[in-house]
Nanobody
């Protein structure tokens, strides 16, 4: 079992920044993919960024150049630095993990990000 707890969400104005954190605990040694997803009201959940085997990062086109995913192995924590935020980034952001990014198994409870214009 893996537990994921997100934090760092909040309300900011367009152009601002936030850093999300995701603390992982439990049996994480075989969870080679850690990722951030988001879901806005009335929309489907979408992938934002992922990190595979602690090295390879992937970003959705709509966040490239603005968001950075990183990992603190010692603290078992995943981060998402979000800069130049836009109103369309408003969503619930979820941390997730799995043996592979195509087979996500565990989800956090989510943290709300609201960007005002």
């Amino acid at each position: 079992q893996v537990q994921l707890v997100e934090s760092g969400g909040g309300s900011v104005q367009a152009g601002g920044s936030l850093r999300l954190s995701c603390a992982a605990s439990g049996t994480t040694y075989s969870m080679y993919c850690m990722a951030w997803f988001r879901q806005a009201p009335g929309k489907e959940r979408e992938g934002v960024a992922s990190i595979r085997r602690r090295a390879t990062t992937t970003y959705a086109d709509f966040v490239k150049g603005r968001f950075t995913i990183s990992q603190d192995i010692a603290m078992n924590t995943l981060y998402l630095q979000m800069n130049s935020l836009k109103p369309e980034d408003t969503a619930m952001y979820y941390c997730a993990t799995g043996a592979d990014c195509s087979s996500i198994r565990y989800w956090g409870q989510g943290t709300q990000v609201t960007v005002s214009s």
